[in-house]
Each structure stands twice: as structure tokens, then as C-alpha cells.
């Protein structure tokens, strides 16, 4: 057997082979929704391009590989990713997730799901205990982000995983936020790993795409099928965009990472910021477990302006030049975000605000541009 190869090689080699027909260096997108068989049920291992494709297949090993699980499975988008999850539980199963995630999955969990007779406790999960006291024998599911979205607190995967050993209960988790780079939730103890690949795996803002990683046969299989059966899937092209964006995703993170805490200690010194929200901070009451659980810090900051309301905050946010206004994080140039109008719309005001997500605050997801040029940005807008 071949030697498991480290991570920076994984991303370009991992679960890869040369492609059969002319020696491709690169899968070839194949664009195709079906394949001939020389007798009924006699073809190549392809019939129906929902069911597979080459392409699709080639982008799932190499999920797999980055994460160091068994099985990768695609979807449309991160969120088609999410909603296959939920469909291995039953009405009447109930579910715990962080009480800190992104709008789209609160939406899918209390306006789709709950008409499904499905039950979701939104929890600070940092707290073990009160995680404790909440799981009951109905609980099926716990749904973990880390680094939460947008206040990048960090939760402790392990932790979760040392309570929910014996009991029959999924651990999932989102790791968008901190790509496969910095964060490998299954060697943490997870059962399930999920990804809005459209954000750092990609990487290049060009494309929407889910993605699962497991290790456990069952679940690979279960979850093929529901995505079979439900017909989420991404068409060959994104699979080839988002293949592309993982070969670079080692050099992007390192120095996404690079700038990240450069502009969190930049922002952090500023006379006019009241908080900046990065787990880097030794001061930061999630350092330890982030030192522990992830590579390095990451690229994602929000902050809260001195004594600043809805406007001053939208009014800096126009000043800023490189950053552009817009959803979405992960890709190569910088944006900004103001989540409680944008990302976070969804989720009403008093449950967003109890987690932190004032009107004040700003977001931001800063890209591989020269962190000098960044900075700049950033002093112009804060001057008064
Ligand atoms: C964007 C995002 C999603 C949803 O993914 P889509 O690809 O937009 O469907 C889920 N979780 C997190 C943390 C995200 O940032």
C-alpha cells in the first residue's frame, strides 16, 4: 500500500489517479448524464450522472483524503449538504446545535424541518453541562460549528464527542469555517463532516457546492443514498471548479492565516474598536482549545466599533475600498459583511443579539491580498 502522504501533498494527490482514456493529468469534466451499456446493467461502473459521475468521483476521494475519512459525498450546495444529513433522522428525533451558526442552516432547521415534527435546541455549546442536561433519549443529532459564525468562538469537538460516546447520537460539523486545512473533525471524534465547499475548499467565489466526509460504512451508505434518491447534486463543472480551488488550498490557508493575524492585531490596537472577535488572542477565552484543535487561527474576524449603532457601522463599511460588501467568505479577495441585515437575517433579533450579533457589528473574511494594502483599507474607513 501506498504511504498516506502529509496534507500539503494530499491536497494535490489525494485519492487521485491519471485518467484511463489518454493519460489526463486532470479529470476531465465529463459532461454527460448517462453512459452506454453493451447489455442491461452491463457498463463501467456509471449509469446516471445523479447517481455518479467521473468527475463528481474524483472530487469526492479527494474530499475524503483532506479530511482523513473513508467516504466523501457532493451536493449542490452546502446547504443540500445539510438537509441530507437531516434526512437520516425521523419525526419526532430532536436536535442540538450551536446557538451561534450560520443563518441558512437555522432557517433550514426551524422553517423546513420543524413542519417535519423535528426539534431543535439552539445551545451555547461551549457548556458542557448544559449540553448535558438537554440530550435526552429523542436526541439524535448534534450539530456543532467551530469556529461559530460570527462570533468565532471555538468549541471543543472532543469534549462533545467524551459525552455522547455510548449513546446512540450523530456528532456533525460544520467545518466551513475552518476548512480542512486547519481542522479535521473526524481524528477529533466526529461521525459526520459537513462543508459549504463555495467558501475556503473552492476557494475562488466562482462556485456552490456541499460536501459530507465520513468514515463509517452505514452512514457513507445511507447517505448515498438519500442523495441519489433527493437528487441534490452538483453538475461536473463545479466538481472540476472546486478540484481546481483545492490543489492551492495548503498556499491559500497559510497565507490567509498570515494576514488574518496581522489585521486582527492591527484592529485590536485601533483607538476606535471596542472588541475584535479572533480565537488567536491569548486573552481569548477559546485560545487553548483552538491551539489544540486547529492548525493555526484563521482569516475570519468580526469586530464591534466604540459606541457604535447600526449606522456608523454601515458607514464604515462603505468606506472600505479592497473589501467588497457581500455574503459569502473564503475566497481569494477580501469581503466584508454586516451580519445582522446580511448572513444573519434569518434569525430573529433577541435570539441573534443573546449570542452577540448586534446591529454593530462588522465581519470580516480576509483574502491573500498584500496585508499592507488591506490594512490601509481599513485605516481610511475607521477615520472619523
Ligand atoms: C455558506 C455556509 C453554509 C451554506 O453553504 P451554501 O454552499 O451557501 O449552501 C453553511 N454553513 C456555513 C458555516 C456557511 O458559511
Same mark, same amino acid.
Given at each position: 500500500m501506498k504511504k498516506k502522504l502529509r496534507f500539503n501533498s494530499r491536497v494535490i494527490h489525494g485519492g487521485q489517479s491519471i485518467e484511463k482514456g489518454y493519460g489526463a493529468v486532470i479529470p476531465p469534466i465529463y459532461q454527460t448524464s448517462t453512459y452506454a451499456q453493451t447489455s442491461p446493467g452491463n457498463h463501467k461502473g456509471y449509469e446516471y450522472s445523479r447517481t455518479h459521475n467521473p468527475t463528481r468521483t474524483a472530487l469526492e476521494n479527494s474530499l475524503a483524503s483532506i479530511e482523513s475519512g473513508r467516504h466523501g459525498l457532493v451536493f449542490a450546495s452546502g446547504l443540500a449538504a445539510m438537509d441530507a444529513i437531516l434526512k437520516l433522522l425521523n419525526s419526532g428525533d430532536e436536535i442540538i446545535a450551536s446557538n451561534d451558526l450560520y443563518g441558512g442552516s437555522f432557517r433550514l432547521l426551524t422553517k423546513i424541518f420543524n413542519k417535519f415534527k423535528f426539534k431543535s435546541h439552539f445551545l451555547d455549546l461551549r457548556n458542557?453541562?448544559?449540553?448535558?442536561?438537554?440530550?435526552?433519549?429523542?436526541?439524535?443529532?448534534?450539530?456543532?460549528?467551530?469556529?461559530?459564525?460570527?462570533m468565532m468562538n471555538i468549541i471543543d469537538i472532543k469534549a462533545i464527542r467524551s459525552i455522547v460516546r455510548e449513546k446512540k447520537i450523530i456528532l456533525a460539523v460544520d467545518n466551513t469555517f475552518a476548512s480542512p486545512y486547519l481542522q479535521n473533525p473526524l481524528l477529533l471524534g466526529a461521525d459526520i463532516v459537513m462543508h459549504s465547499?463555495? !467558501?475556503?475548499? /473552492?476557494?475562488?467565489?466562482?462556485?456552490? $457546492?456541499?460536501?459530507?466526509?465520513?468514515?463509517?460504512?452505514?452512514? /457513507?451508505?445511507?447517505?448515498?443514498?438519500?442523495?441519489?434518491?433527493?437528487?441534490?447534486?452538483?453538475?461536473?463543472?463545479?466538481?472540476?471548479?472546486?478540484?481546481?480551488?483545492?490543489?492551492? $488550498? =495548503?498556499?491559500?490557508?497559510?497565507?490567509?492565516?498570515?494576514?488574518?493575524? !496581522?489585521? /486582527?492585531?492591527?484592529?485590536?490596537?485601533?483607538?476606535?474598536?471596542?472588541?475584535?472577535?479572533?480565537?488567536?488572542?491569548?486573552?481569548?477565552?477559546?485560545?487553548? #482549545?483552538?491551539?489544540?484543535?486547529?492548525?493555526?487561527?484563521?482569516?475570519?474576524?468580526?469586530?464591534?466599533?466604540?459606541?457604535?449603532?447600526?449606522?456608523?457601522?454601515?458607514?464604515? #463599511?462603505? !468606506?472600505?475600498?479592497?473589501?467588497?460588501?457581500?455574503? =459569502?467568505?473564503?475566497?481569494?479577495?477580501?469581503?466584508?459583511?454586516?451580519?445582522?441585515?446580511?448572513?444573519?437575517?434569518?434569525?430573529?433579533?433577541? #435570539?441573534?443579539?443573546?449570542?452577540?450579533?448586534?446591529? =454593530? $457589528?462588522?465581519?470580516? =473574511?480576509?483574502?491573500?491580498?498584500?496585508?499592507?494594502? $488591506?490594512?490601509?483599507?481599513?485605516?481610511?474607513?475607521?477615520? !472619523?
Amino acid at each position: 500500500m501506498k504511504k498516506k502522504l502529509r496534507f500539503n501533498s494530499r491536497v494535490i494527490h489525494g485519492g487521485q489517479s491519471i485518467e484511463k482514456g489518454y493519460g489526463a493529468v486532470i479529470p476531465p469534466i465529463y459532461q454527460t448524464s448517462t453512459y452506454a451499456q453493451t447489455s442491461p446493467g452491463n457498463h463501467k461502473g456509471y449509469e446516471y450522472s445523479r447517481t455518479h459521475n467521473p468527475t463528481r468521483t474524483a472530487l469526492e476521494n479527494s474530499l475524503a483524503s483532506i479530511e482523513s475519512g473513508r467516504h466523501g459525498l457532493v451536493f449542490a450546495s452546502g446547504l443540500a449538504a445539510m438537509d441530507a444529513i437531516l434526512k437520516l433522522l425521523n419525526s419526532g428525533d430532536e436536535i442540538i446545535a450551536s446557538n451561534d451558526l450560520y443563518g441558512g442552516s437555522f432557517r433550514l432547521l426551524t422553517k423546513i424541518f420543524n413542519k417535519f415534527k423535528f426539534k431543535s435546541h439552539f445551545l451555547d455549546l461551549r457548556n458542557i453541562n448544559e449540553l448535558k442536561s438537554k440530550i435526552n433519549n429523542r436526541t439524535k443529532l448534534i450539530w456543532v460549528e467551530t469556529p461559530t459564525n460570527p462570533m468565532m468562538n471555538i468549541i471543543d469537538i472532543k469534549a462533545i464527542r467524551s459525552i455522547v460516546r455510548e449513546k446512540k447520537i450523530i456528532l456533525a460539523v460544520d467545518n466551513t469555517f475552518a476548512s480542512p486545512y486547519l481542522q479535521n473533525p473526524l481524528l477529533l471524534g466526529a461521525d459526520i463532516v459537513m462543508h459549504s465547499a463555495t !467558501k475556503y475548499i /473552492a476557494g475562488h467565489s466562482d462556485v456552490i $457546492l456541499g460536501a459530507i466526509i465520513v468514515n463509517s460504512d452505514d452512514l /457513507a451508505e445511507k447517505l448515498a443514498f438519500i442523495q441519489n434518491a433527493s437528487g441534490a447534486v452538483p453538475g461536473p463543472m463545479d466538481c472540476f471548479l472546486t478540484l481546481r480551488g483545492i490543489k492551492t $488550498l =495548503s498556499v491559500r490557508m497559510e497565507r490567509h492565516c498570515y494576514n488574518g493575524k !496581522k489585521i /486582527a492585531q492591527f484592529l485590536n490596537k485601533h483607538p476606535r474598536i471596542d472588541k475584535v472577535f479572533w480565537p488567536g488572542f491569548r486573552s481569548n477565552p477559546n485560545y487553548n #482549545i483552538a491551539k489544540q484543535q486547529m492548525k493555526d487561527f484563521g482569516a475570519m474576524i468580526s469586530f464591534i466599533p466604540k459606541e457604535a449603532n447600526y449606522k456608523d457601522s454601515i458607514k464604515i #463599511i462603505k !468606506k472600505l475600498n479592497i473589501f467588497t460588501l457581500a455574503e =459569502s467568505l473564503g475566497g481569494v479577495e477580501s469581503l466584508s459583511g454586516h451580519p445582522a441585515s446580511m448572513t444573519h437575517a434569518s434569525i430573529p433579533k433577541e #435570539i441573534r443579539e443573546k449570542s452577540g450579533v448586534l446591529d =454593530s $457589528l462588522i465581519r470580516l =473574511s480576509i483574502g491573500i491580498e498584500d496585508e499592507k494594502d $488591506l490594512i490601509d483599507d481599513l485605516k481610511q474607513a475607521l477615520n !472619523k
